[in-house]
């Protein structure tokens, strides 16, 4: 499955560009590599902060009433 593909211009730092070019680092898979990881970052912010009621009722939870099952852990 190959994804579709779109034309984009950047402005870059000048000497950064040259010194990738230089060290023959292919562009468009960096930047598209490193715009994956900041997506993937914020989607992950956004996800904790959108669920933090959630996770802090869930921990208030087992800090009153212990781990579920407890009694059956081995650890």
Known sequence: MTATRRATSMTLDAA???EAR???I????AAE???LAQVRAERA???KEDN???I???NRWIEENG???ARYRKF
């Open 67 to 69: 781990v579920p099952l």
């Open 16 to 18: 950064l560009l040259d």
């Open 22 to 24: 230089a060290l023959g």
């Open 26 to 29: 292919n562009l468009s898979r």
């Open 45 to 47: 912010r956004r996800w």
């Open 33 to 35: 590599e490193g715009i």
């Open 56 to 58: 802090a009722a869930y």
């Open 52 to 54: 933090a009621a959630d």
